[in-house]
């Protein structure tokens, strides 16, 4: 008896599979592109905390005219964000600054009106104001486009790094002078890694050229 069911089942299976296969050809001949697996923050439109005026109303546009909205401080813990007609309230909240293990004084922040998380900025998708949280806006979060070229060029991040060492070096010191130069040696490999990833598109182009999709 168990050998007759086993023996029966192979069949939708097999039938499925090739009716997978079939779709995926047919999808690639198409052209239909493969929807990106993560959405990035330039994907969205973004409010960091510094557009919020101190008091009153003030009105913040996005370039290439894609939104405008208006902000009002309707206390200094309560912003009313308008957009489109629809009003959103959102709660701010101060946060310390500490640097160095000392506080030195206060900012504002965002408490996410999806969430709850404390945040610099937030972002407006399919109509909602949120964050970049995972599971708020979206299931897998917001991603930063440049941790995504950063995988490609570590350049940007090292040359980043000693921006940031170079902006506390004493200017015209030793240490800043030394900074200095290894900058320019992290410019000169992210200038290398552009030209080699050129390179590599063009060959990819040109065997594409000779032999069609791979
Ligand atoms: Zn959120």
Avoid at 38 to 49: E, F, H, K, V, Y
Wanted: proline letters at 7%; a positive charge; charged letters at 25%.
């Amino acid at each position: 008896m168990a050998g007759l069911s086993l023996r029966s089942t192979p069949l939708p299976l097999q039938t499925e599979a090739e009716e997978n296969f079939t779709l995926m050809v047919a999808s690639i001949g198409s052209g239909v592109i493969p929807p990106r697996s993560r959405r990035l923050i330039g994907d969205s439109i973004r409010l960091p905390i510094r557009a919020v005026p101190r008091w009153g109303t003030t009105t913040v546009e996005w370039p290439g005219n894609i939104a405008s909205a208006s902000l009002t401080r309707a206390s200094p813990t309560r912003l009313v964000i308008s957009m489109g007609g629809v009003e959103v309230e959102v709660e701010l909240r101060q946060w310390p600054i500490i640097t160095g293990g000392r506080r030195r004084g206060t900012r504002w922040r965002f408490l996410c009106p999806q969430c709850g998380v404390s945040r610099d900025a937030l972002h407006f998708i399919d109509g909602a104001w949120g964050c970049r949280g995972k599971n708020c806006l979206i299931p897998d979060g917001l991603g930063y486009p440049s941790r995504h070229r950063q995988r490609f060029c570590p350049s940007i991040a090292r040359r980043e790094r000693l921006r940031r060492k170079l902006i506390r070096a004493r200017p015209g010191s030793l240490k800043a002078r030394r900074l200095r130069e290894m900058i320019a040696q992290q410019e000169a490999a992210m200038l290398a890694n552009v030209r080699q990833v050129n390179s590599d598109l063009r060959k990819r182009s040109k065997r594409y050229d000779r032999h069609g999709p791979e």
